[in-house]
């Protein structure tokens, strides 16, 4: 399984782009990044994922190294609702099992 | 992208007991599994829900323990057997759809033993 490592907190002003990094450096050429997010007291909500382009949903971009060893997401103007913890995940592509790290616990300050 | 209810959303219960919590997904999905978070920490795969056959445990977990149904493409269940105050947890299913490998995750069920 290719394992994550991202930073255990960030702050954040509110309006202001919120790059929140993640390396998977074991990653192999066929596995996909996810990127996931836990609002206090609710189930992990899926934001955006991909395998080597960036990607852009109306929630965030997904920025992926040209050697795939790292990724960003990037919540483009965050607001005091985006605080929450944010998991970067690369499921085993033999199975899809997700196995969650710490993650990046975000806060937006107003 | 699919929507999962879990039932029930939280229980109180007794050492020695069994609880049975219910996972719907309001349309068919392809996988299923089953999450452990405890509380302050991150989510813990415990099992993949196997339709019409036996679930498929991670490391740490047993189906004497944990035992899981799948009858169908919409509905899983997971039974969390002989509770102690450390089975307190909060308990997530998932469903991963059809042509497309995101997961979808229920609102967890909050358990507490006593």
């Known amino acids: 399984d290719a394992k994550t490592t991202q930073p255990p907190s960030m702050d954040c002003a509110e309006g202001r782009a919120a790059n929140l990094p993640c390396n998977h450096s074991t990653i192999s050429g066929n596995e996909y990044v996810y990127w996931y997010r836990q609002i206090h007291s609710q189930g992990p909500q899926y934001i955006i994922h991909g395998l080597k382009n960036n990607e852009t949903n109306e929630m965030a971009s997904l920025i992926i190294t040209e050697d795939r060893k790292s990724s960003t997401l990037i919540l483009p103007h965050a607001t005091l609702r985006d605080t929450a913890v944010y998991y970067c995940?690369?499921?085993?592509?033999?199975?899809?099992?997700?196995?969650f790290g710490t993650g990046t616990s975000l806060t937006v300050i107003p | 992208s699919a929507v999962i209810s879990q039932k029930p959303s939280r229980d109180i219960c007794q050492r020695g007991t069994s609880l049975t919590i219910q996972c719907q997904v309001d349309?068919?999905?392809?996988?299923m599994f089953w999450y452990r978070q405890q509380p302050g920490q991150s989510l813990t795969l415990i099992a993949t829900?196997?339709?019409?056959?036996?679930?498929?445990?991670e490391s740490g977990f047993v189906i004497d323990k944990f035992p899981i149904s799948r009858p169908n493409l919409t509905f899983s269940t997971l039974t969390v057997s002989n509770m102690s105050p450390e089975d307190s947890s909060i308990y997530l299913c998932s469903g991963a759809g059809q042509g497309g490998n995101e997961q979808y995750f229920g609102p967890g069920t909050r358990l507490t033993v006593t």
């Open positions: 995940i690369v499921p085993p592509n033999t199975g899809n099992q997700f196995y």
């Open positions: 349309s068919q999905v392809t996988m």
């Open positions: 829900a196997n339709q019409g056959s036996e679930a498929t445990y």
